[in-house]
């Protein structure tokens, strides 16, 4: 009989594993097998938490997504409702955040990206992250600038995090965080001054 309480525990370490696998070896050669012996269970448990390597990459993902949603909300917490450049900042630097630009999650983002082009799962949470930041960027952005031009700032500020965050994780060198958020803030600050 499985003791009270382990689920959640047993859970976060075989996505820790995931994300130390993904790091060591890649998605690919990241086995059941492999992903079981880092965390020290056996691989039947990795099946009767996650099914499979699919199930179990898309508990990692949900895990990654929501420490970015975290690191967003967080930095927006103490913002007034009424400061809508503050509020993109914040989103900038949450997409930016450590637990999103770490050697690990940083491979398993790429990994998740390219499966999620052949796995219908995979690939509606991947529309569910694109659609979250493009309509969160956009809700600010048309507090101060029509809906179309506030639609076009959202939709270029979304590419370009997610451009620099691409750059920075394929570079094979430290990621530049400032840099990155640096020129994000540029553009945001361009797309502002159209209001006026």
């Known amino acids: ?12 370490q075989l996505i820790a594993a995931t994300l130390e696998a993904v790091d060591q070896v890649g998605m690919n050669d ?3 097998a492999f992903i079981a012996r880092i965390a020290g269970v056996s691989n039947g448990i990795i099946s009767h938490y996650f099914r499979d390597k699919n199930g179990l990459l898309d508990a990692t993902m949900r895990h990654l997504m929501q420490a970015l ?15 809508p450049r503050a509020h993109l900042r914040a989103m900038i630097e949450g997409n930016f955040d450590d637990s999103q630009v770490n050697g690990p999650a940083m491979k398993t983002w790429l990994a998740f990206w390219a499966t999620s082009m ?29 809906q179309a031009q506030a639609r076009a700032a959202a939709r270029g500020l979304a590419a370009l995090i997610d451009g620099l965050w691409l750059r920075g994780a394929l570079s094979g060198e430290s990621f530049d965080t400032r840099q990155a958020m640096q020129i994000a803030y540029d553009y945001l600050d361009m797309q502002l001054e159209k209001a006026g």
């Open 1 to 12: 009989m499985p003791k009270v309480g382990m689920q959640p525990i047993r859970r976060s």
């Open 69 to 83: 949603s975290n690191a967003v909300r967080e930095r927006r917490a103490s913002l007034p409702l009424d400061q």
């Open 30 to 32: 990241a086995s059941i």
């Open 118 to 146: 052949h796995q219908p799962t995979l690939r509606r949470l991947q529309r569910v992250n694109d659609h979250r930041l493009y309509s969160n960027l956009c809700g600010q952005f048309s507090r101060v600038l029509p």
